[in-house]
């Protein structure tokens, strides 16, 4: 059984960031440690450092006025 242990979130809003946390600490059955950033590069760096068994990417990333 494949079990995500690592996981990557990738967002600028800290509402979604603070969301997906407190989703993942209400599963029981699993334990895994969330790793959160606002800035792309940020992001693509540890991508690069460490392994992660799941990523999840904004889709809408920025303001969408810029």
């Known amino acids: 059984m494949f079990a995500i242990r ?3 979130l990738l967002d600028d809003n800290l509402e979604i960031q603070q969301y997906v ?3 993942l600490e ?3 059955e699993q334990t ?4 959160a ?3 792309f590069d940020d992001a693509i760096a540890a991508i690069e ?7 999840l990417v904004d889709y809408l990333f920025g303001d969408p006025k810029e």
């Open 49 to 55: 450092a460490h392994d992660f068994d799941l990523c």
């Open 26 to 28: 209400n599963i029981q």
């Open 21 to 23: 946390s407190d989703i």
């Open 32 to 35: 895994c440690e969330l790793v």
């Open 6 to 8: 690592k996981i990557m």
């Open 37 to 39: 950033f606002q800035n």
